[in-house]
Nanobody, 121 residues
Framework: QVQLVESGGGLVQPGGSLRLSCAAS????????MRWYRQAPGKQRELVAG???????NYSDSVKGRFTISRDNARMAVYLQMNSLTPEDTAVYLC???????????????WGQGTQVTVSS
C-alpha cells in the first residue's frame, strides 16, 4: 500500500520558518519525481516546488528564494524548508509522487493528505 505522510506544519509568525517532511512508503521512492503543492481556502491548488528523481529542482515565483526542496532517497522522504513566511503562505501543503511511464503516457501519481501551515501573528 502506497502512503505519503506529510508532517511539520503548524502555526508560525510572519518571518518565521518551518520545515515540512513527506515520508513515502510502498513505492520505489528513488524513481519518483516529487512535488509540493499548496491549497488555500477558496483558491486553486498551486504547485510550490518540485524535485526530479535526478535532483533537479524548480520553484514557483512566489516562493523562489525563500523555500528549498530536497530529498533523501535513503529515508524515502522529501522536505520543504520554508523561510521568511508570510500570511500569503497559509495553506494546506501536500506532497505528490509521480512516476514517469513514457512519452505521452499519464504519470502514475500518489498524493498525501496534507499538513496545515498557518502564518499569523
Amino acid at each position: 500500500q502506497v502512503q505519503l505522510v506529510e508532517s511539520g506544519g503548524g502555526l508560525v509568525q510572519p518571518g518565521g520558518s518551518l520545515r515540512l517532511s513527506c515520508a513515502a512508503s510502498g513505492i520505489i521512492f528513488s524513481i519518483y519525481d516529487m512535488r509540493w503543492y499548496r491549497q488555500a481556502p477558496g483558491k486553486q491548488r498551486e504547485l510550490v516546488a518540485g524535485i526530479t528523481r535526478e535532483g533537479i529542482t524548480n520553484y514557483s515565483d512566489s516562493v523562489k528564494g525563500r523555500f528549498t526542496i530536497s530529498r533523501d532517497n535513503a529515508r524515502m522522504a522529501v522536505y520543504l524548508q520554508m523561510n521568511s513566511l508570510t500570511p500569503e503562505d497559509t495553506a494546506v501543503y501536500l506532497c505528490r509522487a509521480a512516476q514517469q511511464l513514457g512519452i505521452g503516457m499519464t504519470p502514475r501519481t500518489y498524493w498525501g493528505q496534507g499538513t496545515q501551515v498557518t502564518v499569523s501573528s
